[in-house]
C-alpha cells in the first residue's frame, strides 16, 4: 500500500491537473471548500477565463478582479490576455508604450504564441497570488500574513497543463537574460519548491483518462521539476458488497432472483452490471498502482445534477485523508 502524500494543505500552491472531463474543476472546488472548513482563506486560480468555479456555486461570473463564492472561498479567471497586460503594465508603467507594443497586430501574437508569454505571466499571477500579502505588497518576503493561506490552480486539459508547468524552464531556455527570464526563474524556483507547491493528477477510472494520467506523470518527470502529490481517481462506482462475504454469497442471491420473477431478474442485472463496472475500475486503478507507484485516493460518482456547492463540500469530506 503506498502511504498518502505530504498533507495537501501544507503547501501554499496545488496545480490540479489531468484529462478534460474528468473532473478537475470539482476537485479543484472541493478541496478549495475542505480547506475553507479549516480555516484556510482559499483562492481557486482558473486558467484561460474559465468561469466553472462561479458555476459550481451558483454564482455571478467573478472575472480577473475574482471574487467570494462562499466563506472563506474565493475565485479567480486567469485570461491571459489580462495577466499579461497587468505583467507588463507594470514593467512598463505607461499604458501608451504598452498600447504601441502589444495593440500592434502583429507583435502581440509573436510575443504570446512563439515566446510562449501567456503560459508564463497566466503562473506569474499564481506566482503573485502567492506572494500577495495583507498589506496589498507582492513578495516572497515580508512581515505581513498572506492574503491566501492556499492557491489551488485548476489547470487546463492535459497536454495544456503540461506546457503551462513547463512554461517557466522554457521561457529561461529561450531568454537565458533580462527580466523575463528572472521572472521565469521565480516561477520555476516555486514550483521546484517541493514545501511550498505540489501537483495533484486527477483520472477517472477508465482507459484513456488512465493512460493519459501515466504519460503526463511520466512527462512532468522528464520535464518539471516538480513535485506530484499524487492521483485522485474521481467518479469511482461504488463497491456492491460491503465485505468479501458478502461477495462470496451473490452468485447463489443472484440465481434465487432470477427465480423469483422478472422484478427481482431486473435487478439482479443491474447489480451485475454495477460488478463489472466496478472490476473494470479495480483494474484501471490497479494499473495506475503498478505503473506510477504514487499516492492514489479514490473519490466516489456523484450524480451530475449533486455538483453543486453541497457536492463540493461531499467531494472535500473524500479528500479529508489528504488534507
Known amino acids: 500500500m503506498t502511504p498518502p502524500p505530504t498533507p495537501l494543505l501544507n503547501h501554499r500552491v496545488v496545480v490540479v491537473v489531468g484529462k478534460g472531463g474528468v473532473g478537475k474543476s470539482v476537485i479543484s472546488g472541493g478541496l478549495a471548500v475542505a480547506a475553507s472548513r479549516r480555516g484556510k482563506r482559499t483562492v481557486v486560480a482558473e486558467m484561460n477565463g474559465a468561469e466553472t468555479m462561479a458555476a459550481l456555486f451558483d454564482a455571478e461570473p467573478v472575472g480577473y478582479a475574482g471574487g467570494e463564492l462562499a466563506p472563506l472561498v474565493h475565485a479567480m479567471s486567469i485570461r491571459p490576455a489580462d495577466a499579461i497586460e497587468e505583467y507588463l503594465l507594470r514593467m512598463l508603467r505607461f499604458r501608451i508604450l504598452y498600447d504601441v507594443v502589444f495593440g500592434n497586430r502583429f507583435i502581440g501574437p509573436f510575443m504570446n504564441g512563439v515566446m510562449g508569454l501567456s503560459d508564463l505571466i497566466s503562473m506569474g499571477k499564481v506566482m503573485d497570488l502567492e506572494w500577495n ?61 517541493r514545501a511550498r507547491a505540489s501537483v495533484l493528477l486527477v483520472t477517472l477510472a477508465e482507459d484513456m483518462p488512465v493512460t493519459e494520467t501515466i504519460e503526463l506523470a511520466r512527462k512532468l518527470e522528464e520535464r518539471v521539476d516538480v513535485g506530484v502529490a499524487g492521483v485522485i481517481v474521481n467518479g469511482v462506482p461504488p463497491a456492491l458488497f460491503p465485505t468479501d462475504a458478502a461477495a462470496a454469497r451473490w452468485p447463489e442471491l443472484a440465481a434465487r432472483g432470477r427465480e423469483i420473477g422478472s422484478l427481482a431478474a431486473a435487478a439482479v ?35 451530475r445534477r449533486d455538483l453543486d456547492a453541497e457536492g463540493l463540500a461531499t467531494i472535500g469530506q473524500h479528500l479529508e485523508p489528504w488534507l
Open 269 to 303: 442485472q443491474d447489480a451485475e452490471r454495477l460488478l463489472r463496472d466496478r472490476q473494470r475500475a479495480d483494474g484501471h486503478i490497479e494499473r495506475l498502482r503498478s505503473e506510477l507507484g504514487l499516492p492514489l485516493l479514490e473519490v466516489p460518482l456523484l450524480n
Open 133 to 193: 500579502r495583507t498589506d496589498g505588497s507582492h513578495s516572497a518576503d515580508g512581515d505581513a500574513p498572506h492574503t491566501w493561506d492556499l492557491v489551488v490552480v485548476d489547470a487546463p486539459a492535459t497536454g495544456h497543463g503540461l506546457s503551462l508547468l513547463s512554461s517557466p524552464q522554457a521561457m529561461m531556455d529561450i531568454t537565458r537574460v533580462g527580466p523575463l527570464f528572472n521572472n521565469a526563474r521565480m516561477i520555476r524556483d516555486l514550483l521546484a519548491d
